[in-house]
């Protein structure tokens, strides 16, 4: 019998033989929270905060602006896990007022948690905010565009201070606040026995991953029919990072397009991957995916 989607609600994710995956969401946006309870996603695997830099042109967000989008996600999702990335600006993601000079490569260029840990302020800023909000649900906090252990040390540093200014105001957050890391560089594959050590998490960024294994760059139009996210170099990637943060007894997701491709659901089954976060309006076709799997 073929289960619509909308009858898969509420189900789990749970193959014909039993073995169990969790499908959160990802999202972009504020709107996307309303679309990520319609679709009955197991939390938000991926909360891209890079939309809060964009809106307001020649503006940084302020703690409190951001603090009310992630307690808003927060509040929404209730014990349900809400993933928020600091924000991964650079490459194709650039705020109006943030001057960065004539990068050849802005792909390979000032991105993601480089920016951050340069700007020291705007990141304990962000930091602050995901930490006041985790007072009100079930926060962990995610760092983009890892490429090496010093980078991770350098991040919670700063998670530190910020932790320890809060402490000091008396302001409430959780102090066992949950870290990951997303995999998205060959660096990060190469080191991850290592990085499985400093967080509590992995997640895999597919697409940046891709391009970066492939040497191709995600936005080049004319390496649309080269671009091939089955590359048996990328599913090795992913089975040895699997592998690496499981012998840690962490928790692994993808995250990156590919964790919506249905012809690869079986195979990150079998990996022992814990979590595929997806696009909202993806969540129950793989749902219905993985009931189907024998
Ligand atoms: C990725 O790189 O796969 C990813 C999920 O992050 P983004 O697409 O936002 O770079
Ligand atoms: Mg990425």
Do not use: W
């Amino acid at each position: 019998k073929v289960e619509t989607l909308e009858r898969l609600k509420g189900k789990e994710n749970v193959t014909q033989s039993g073995q169990k995956i969790d499908v959160c969401a990802n999202i972009g946006s504020r709107e996307d929270i309303e679309r990520v309870l319609r679709n009955d996603a197991n939390g938000i695997g991926l909360f891209r905060s890079e939309f809060l830099y964009m809106e307001s042109p020649g503006k940084l967000p302020t703690e409190d602006q951001q603090f009310q989008v992630y307690k808003l996600a927060a509040e929404a999702m209730g014990t349900k896990k809400v993933v928020v990335r600091t924000a991964d600006l650079g490459g194709d993601k650039l705020p109006e007022n943030m001057e960065i000079a004539g990068e050849n490569n802005p792909m390979m260029g000032y991105r993601g948690i480089r920016i951050s840990l340069d700007k020291e302020e705007m990141f304990k800023t962000q930091l602050r905010a995901i930490l006041r909000a985790s007072a009100f649900g079930n926060l962990q906090i995610m760092f983009p565009m890892i490429t090496s252990v010093e980078e991770v040390a350098g991040a919670k540093k700063v998670l530190e201070k910020a932790k320890a200014e809060l402490k000091e105001e008396k302001t409430a957050f959780d102090e066992n606040i949950k870290v990951g890391v997303m995999i998205e560089t060959p660096a990060a594959v190469m080191i991850s026995g290592e990085l499985a050590r400093e967080v509590d998490f992995f997640s895999i960024g597919t697409n940046d991953l891709t391009q970066y294994t492939l040497a191709m760059d995600r936005t080049n139009r004319k390496l649309t029919g080269y671009y091939n996210a089955y590359h048996p170099a990328l599913v090795k990637m992913i089975r040895i990072v699997t592998n690496n943060v499981h012998l840690e007894g962490k928790h692994i997701s993808i995250c990156g397009d590919l964790a919506a491709d249905t012809n690869m659901t079986e195979t990150f089954i079998q990996m022992g991957i814990d979590e595929l976060s997806v696009a909202p309006g993806k969540v129950l076709p793989l749902r219905k995916k993985i009931r189907e799997i024998r």
